[in-house]
């Protein structure tokens, strides 16, 4: 069978958008001969749709236009995903569900089976799950239809989450094929373990498998894309593009089509974070974004995302020198703005320091002034940030690190203003990383950027390590204590040296209430600050 991988970018909630999208896309497939055109989970609501579940018209206009979609398909068939209420009780009100639509009508459907409730995904919050899958039957071929979280368990993964194994009983129940359509959101890694999964199941089940993922970013995840078919002897016949939209007919018994090549991972960050900036503001109607330039290593990566992402005509840079700046921070600003090809403007902000000291100097504690003026120069850039996007329309980007979120290394409503930080999951090692990749043989980011000591320069001489561990140090600790979820003691025995790793963990711990404050992130790791880690802020905290 000819089946078109049709991997879109849906927004979440534009229901006839993405309906756009789904046509032109199975129209495009029938040209090039498909008899089926395959798209990701809950294409037709977008991934994830969270509670806008809870509105009943939301779900009623989803049931609508997958009836519209089905009468236009004839000639070529179409599984799509979307949502409805659910035809069993008692249980949650909704199913996810992929519809396969052919010869104008609706023919058969799938109810996901199994259902995630780990890291972002919340979804028994809404949704009852399905029976053990049956086949779907499509001019005589016997189709394993499965969504997302349906082919990641059992012996292909070396682990049950579920007592259920849909793609085992699709297999002995006569499927031919095995489909999934799926959201599964990037991280780093995780393009290499999705791809050696989908190739388990192929030897296990000795199936050709069809996985087509949703591609584009919604609020804080980024979808990749990297939709692939596997044959049953598990060779990759044909791969998608990775963080974009794409469209690849494959034959189940043919030989190997196009197979687009896996990004090394310092590019896979860099395209996903565009993408993510990118559909973030689009999404939410921005067009342009304005920053804070320090002249360090965090701003000068977020700038030349920024850049890469929307152009950089739609980016405009704030220098704000204040007594403590150095001329190099000044003059590394201004070049990184030379060559990105960005709007910078000089803000100085002496003058407001100055009134903000004859105001609170002598209302306030000698002994507290010290992080108290310093936290003041941060609020002030904070304030001509937000000046510049309120008058503009820009939205405002927050350049802070996941290192600095991690430990309270930042000011609230100072350099944590922003309707997004783009870097908040990435550490600060990892920017570095980051910085050398975008920066490339024509050095578009300074030298001095990437080789001077990291400073906030909120008071003389100073650096990032006068508060915290290098960061080499730092950021093995978090990933252990943070992504790992290891105990002191495990990160001890590690060959940590105790008395580090509970300053580091005090940090974290302390820093909780900062960071339900921040801007949104664009999450890149395993475990993010958001909607996955989901910490109480009053609280004991075990291990301190």
């Not at 046509?23 to 749709?49: D, M, Q």
């Not at 236009?65 to 008692?90: D, H, K, N, W």
């Not at 009508?105 to 053990?132: C, M, N, W």
């Not at 940590?496 to 302390?510: G, H, I, N, P, S």
């Amino acid at each position: 069978m000819k089946i078109a991988l049709a991997q879109i970018n849906p927004t979440v909630g534009d229901i006839a958008g993405n309906c756009r999208r789904i046509a032109s896309a199975i129209a495009r497939a029938k040209e090039l001969g498909a008899e089926l055109a395959v798209f990701g989970e809950l294409s037709v609501t977008g991934y994830p749709p969270r509670d806008l579940l809870s509105r009943p018209a939301f779900v009623a206009a989803a049931v609508s236009a997958v009836r519209e979609l089905a009468q236009g398909c004839r000639g070529i068939a179409a599984l799509v995903g979307y949502v409805r209420p659910t035809t069993r009780s008692p249980g949650r009100p909704l199913e996810n569900v992929a519809a396969l639509l052919s010869g104008g009508a609706i023919v058969d459907e799938h109810v996901k089976t199994l259902l995630p409730t780990y890291d972002v995904f919340d979804e028994t919050r809404y949704f009852q799950p399905g029976p053990s899958p049956e086949p779907l039957l499509l001019e005589g071929q016997n189709l394993g239809v499965s969504i997302c979280e349906d082919l990641w368990d059992r012996p292909a993964l070396g682990r049950a989450l579920y007592e259920n194994d849909p793609i085992g009983h699709l297999h002995r129940s006569g499927s031919q094929v095995i489909i999934n359509m799926s959201a599964s959101p990037f991280q780093l890694g995780k393009v290499e373990v999705r791809e050696d999964l989908v190739r388990r199941q192929a030897l296990r089940t000795h199936l050709p498998i069809i996985y087509v993922n949703q591609v584009g970013g919604n609020d804080e995840l980024i979808f990749d894309g990297g939709s692939l078919a596997v044959s049953g002897d598990g060779r990759v016949i044909g791969r998608c593009k990775s963080f974009a939209e794409d469209l690849l007919v494959i034959d189940t018994l043919g030989e190997p089509v196009r197979v687009e090549p896996v990004l090394p991972h310092i590019a896979q960050l860099a395209e996903a974070l565009k993408l993510g900036l990118r559909d973030y503001l689009g999404k939410c109607g921005f067009k342009s974004v304005v920053l804070g330039l320090s002249g360090g290593i965090d701003s000068a990566v977020v700038a030349t995302l920024a850049a890469d992402a929307l152009g950089p005509e739609h980016v405009l840079g704030l220098a704000m020198p204040s007594r403590y700046s150095s001329e190099h921070s000044l003059s590394d600003a201004h070049l990184l703005a030379k060559n990105l090809g960005v709007q910078c403007i000089d803000v100085g902000i002496e003058a407001m320091h100055q009134a903000f000291e004859r105001a609170l100097s002598p209302l306030l504690p000698k002994d507290a002034m010290d992080i108290t003026d310093q936290n003041v120069q941060a609020r002030i850039r904070g304030v001509v940030v937000m000046g510049f996007s309120n008058a503009l329309g820009h939205m405002a980007l927050a350049t802070g690190n996941k290192s600095e979120l991690a430990t309270g290394y930042c000011t609230l409503y100072g350099d944590m203003n922003g309707g997004l930080g783009p870097i908040g999951d990435v550490p600060k090692t990892m920017v570095y990383q980051l910085a050398r990749h975008l920066s490339g043989p024509s050095a578009r980011i300074p030298e001095g950027s990437l080789t001077k000591p990291p400073s906030a320069e909120l008071k003389p001489d100073q650096t990032d390590q006068d508060r915290l561990p290098p960061y080499d140090l730092l950021d093995a600790v978090l990933h252990r204590y943070i992504e790992k979820e290891q105990s002191i003691e495990e990160i001890v025995r590690d060959g940590f040296d105790a008395e580090l790793v509970r300053k580091v963990v005090r940090m974290v711990t302390y820093s909780e209430y900062k960071r339900r404050q921040a801007p949104l992130v664009l999450k890149v790791t395993g475990r993010a600050f958001g909607s996955g880690r989901r910490i109480p802020i009053a609280c004991v905290n075990f291990g301190l």
